[in-house]
């Protein structure tokens, strides 16, 4: 009797632990594309960007028996970099938009997870990127445990980091009152003495409901905080009596306090007037050094741009230093998105 108890006891001991049941602490999160500065930006785009950290938590539901190793997937539309580059290491078409910390396998997707352990974390960085796109996914997916006293729960296996697009979105159309349509208008924005985007098309046709008028431009919200100046010169035409609005949307933050979301039915809109006076064929087109007088104003500030002030148009001219950027323009899908939206009539 005394040796089967024994037998028992010694049977009790060699029972292993029972495997830790892992899942995500959540099923998602909203993440805002950048924090409104150029350290937002990926590094192959601006020296001393950094993006964003974001960290993901797994939970387990009691502490791990032994070291194990989980096995998960990436997916979603936002695009994967493996290795961050430094600025003018490389040239790519696209950036990417975020980047797989840790020192875990974060190429093969693998989390290792240590004995003891009660929680683990797939750390990620967010990057700007410099391209005006729809909201982005990155989805997380535990798939399997490769080794250890591990179980995959039947609940929270997956999770959704949604990255919200942030840009300001600048539309420009116009009309003509005296019968013609002969007006090529264009939009410049300058900051701190340089150029930070242009749209500058060469069209007479301002009406933004066709294929091919107007002007569009979008500014990544990690552009620097500061004062924005906006220009819009009457290149060329011979009309005496054009009528032009341009309308700002954004997809975060704020214009002048209020919300006016991309693709929604209302944007802060403004109004300027030119005549032949106003022509003004500028021969810079790079640089911009002979382009017409400010007509706007607007302050950065993050993510929100304050005091946009209203359009006032001059015959004068002023002088802008080159250009940093690129410029990001808007397709005519995009700009049909917006103007769609706020069911413009044109005269």
Known sequence: MLSAALMILNSCKDDPAPPSLISFTDASQDVIESDGTLKS???????????QAITVKITFD???????????????????QTTIKTSGTSQYKDYSDFYLDGTNAKDTESLIVNKGDTEASIPLTIF?????????????TLTSVVSGPAKLSD???????????????????????DGTNDADLDMIVKSGGEVINSSVSESIDGSLSSNSGGEGLFLPAG????????????????????????????????LNGQSYPYGGNSALSNNGHYTVNN???????????????????????????????????????????????????????????LTGGLKLKRK
């Open 41 to 51: 930006f990926n590094p192959e785009i601006q020296s001393g960007g950094v993006g």
């Open 223 to 254: 552009f620097p905080a500061g004062t924005y100046q906006l220009s819009y010169p009457y290149f060329s035409g011979t009309s005496n009596d054009v009528n032009f609005t341009v309308y700002m949307q954004n997809t975060a933050g704020t």
């Open 128 to 140: 700007e990127d410099a391209s005006f796109e729809d909201d982005e996914t990155i989805i997380l």
């Open 279 to 337: 022509v003004h064929a500028y021969t810079d087109y790079v640089n911009f050094t002979d382009v017409t007088t400010v007509e706007q104003t607007m302050v950065k500030s993050g993510i929100n741009y304050a005091s946009i002030s209203g359009i006032s148009t001059t015959t004068g001219t002023s002088r802008t230093s080159s250009s940093r950027y690129a410029p990001l323009n808007l397709n005519k899908e995009q700009v049909r998105k």
């Open 155 to 177: 609940t929270n296996l997956a999770y959704t980091i949604n990255i919200k697009e942030d840009d300001i979105v600048i539309i420009m159309g116009w009309e003509t009152g």
């Open 62 to 80: 009691r502490a791990m028996a032994d070291n194990s190793v989980i096995s998960y997937t990436v997916s979603g539309t936002a695009s994967k």
